[in-house]
C-alpha cells in the first residue's frame, strides 16, 4: 500500500497542490489554503462589528446581530452554503462563482463563531477598562479602539488561529458545490484511479492533519508566550502595589 500512495503522489503532486492550473482554474491545496485566508481575514472585522453590536446599549442595532449570530451558530454550515448556493442566483439573477458563494458563506460563519470570541475577550477585561478611559477623555468609540480591543484582541491571539484551523476543515464542505479546494482535487485523482480510493483519501487525510496539528502548536506556543508575559507583568506590578504599605508599617 505504501508504494500505491507513493505512486499517487508522484504522479498526482501537481493536480492536489494546484489543480487544473494553469489550464484551468487554480485548485488543490493552494485554493484551500487561500480560500482559509480570505475566510479568516474577512471574518475578522465583520466578528468584531458583530461583537461591538451584541455590546451595544441600542436595541434596533443589538438584537437583529443577537439574531443572526444565534441563527448562523445554530445551523449547519453545510444548509448556509446550500442556501448560498440556491438563493443567492435566485434572488439576484447573477450566476455567482461557487469559490465566491463560500467565501461568503465562510465568512458570515466563522464571524458569527469569532464575534463570541471577541465578546467574550472585551467582558473579560472589565468595566474598570472603559471607566479608566473615558476618565482620560476617550469616547466610547476611542476607548474601543486604543484601549479595550487591543488589550482583547491580543488575549484572542491562540482563539483566532484555532478558528483559522477549524476553516480550514470547513473548506472541505465546498465539494458540494464543486469549489476546487483540495478535496476536489483529491475526488479528481480517485475518479481516474478508481480502483484505490483508500490511498488517494489518506494522504488527504493526513495533508489536513498536518496542516491543522501545525496551526494548532503554533496556537499553544502563542497562548504560553502571552501567559507568561502576563505572569511577568503581574511580578513587576507586585511590589509596586507592596511598596506603601511598607512605608506606612515603617512609620513610628
Known amino acids: 500500500m505504501i508504494n500505491d500512495i507513493l505512486a499517487i503522489i508522484r504522479d498526482y503532486w501537481l493536480l492536489l497542490l494546484i489543480g ?24 475578522f472585522p465583520v466578528s468584531i462589528l458583530f461583537a461591538l453590536a451584541r455590546l451595544s446599549k441600542w ?3 443589538r438584537w437583529p446581530v ?14 448556509l452554503i446550500l442556501w448560498s448556493y440556491f438563493l443567492v442566483p435566485l434572488w439576484t ?16 460563519y ?9 465578546r467574550g475577550g ?20 476611542g476607548a474601543m479602539r486604543f484601549i479595550i480591543l487591543p488589550q482583547a484582541l491580543y488575549n484572542m491571539i491562540p482563539s483566532i488561529i484555532s478558528t483559522f484551523v477549524s476553516t480550514i476543515k470547513d473548506t472541505t464542505l465546498g465539494y458540494v458545490i464543486n469549489v476546487p ?29 498536518a496542516i491543522c496539528w501545525s496551526l494548532t502548536h503554533v496556537a499553544n506556543v502563542i497562548e504560553q508566550r502571552i501567559t507568561r508575559r502576563r505572569a511577568g507583568m ?6 509596586v502595589s507592596l511598596a506603601p504599605s511598607k512605608i506606612v508599617s515603617e512609620q513610628p
Open 234 to 239: 503581574t511580578n513587576r506590578a507586585a511590589p
Open 93 to 108: 439573477g447573477a450566476d455567482v462563482p461557487s469559490f465566491v458563494t463560500m467565501l461568503t458563506t465562510l465568512v458570515v
Open 59 to 61: 436595541r434596533l442595532l
Open 110 to 118: 466563522q464571524g458569527a463563531f469569532l464575534s463570541e470570541v471577541v
Open 66 to 79: 443577537t439574531a443572526l449570530v444565534y441563527v448562523t451558530r445554530g445551523v449547519p454550515l453545510l444548509m
Open 181 to 209: 479546494d483540495l478535496t476536489f482535487a483529491a475526488s479528481q485523482v480517485n475518479n481516474q484511479l478508481l480502483t484505490q480510493p483508500f490511498q488517494v483519501f489518506l494522504i488527504l487525510a493526513v495533508v489536513y492533519y
Open 20 to 43: 487544473q492550473y494553469p489550464n484551468g482554474p487554480l485548485g488543490g491545496l493552494a485554493n484551500t489554503l487561500i480560500l482559509s485566508a480570505l475566510s479568516i481575514a474577512l471574518a
Open 122 to 141: 472585551i467582558v473579560a477585561l472589565g468595566h474598570g477598562q472603559m471607566e479608566a478611559a473615558k476618565a482620560l477623555g476617550h469616547s466610547y468609540l
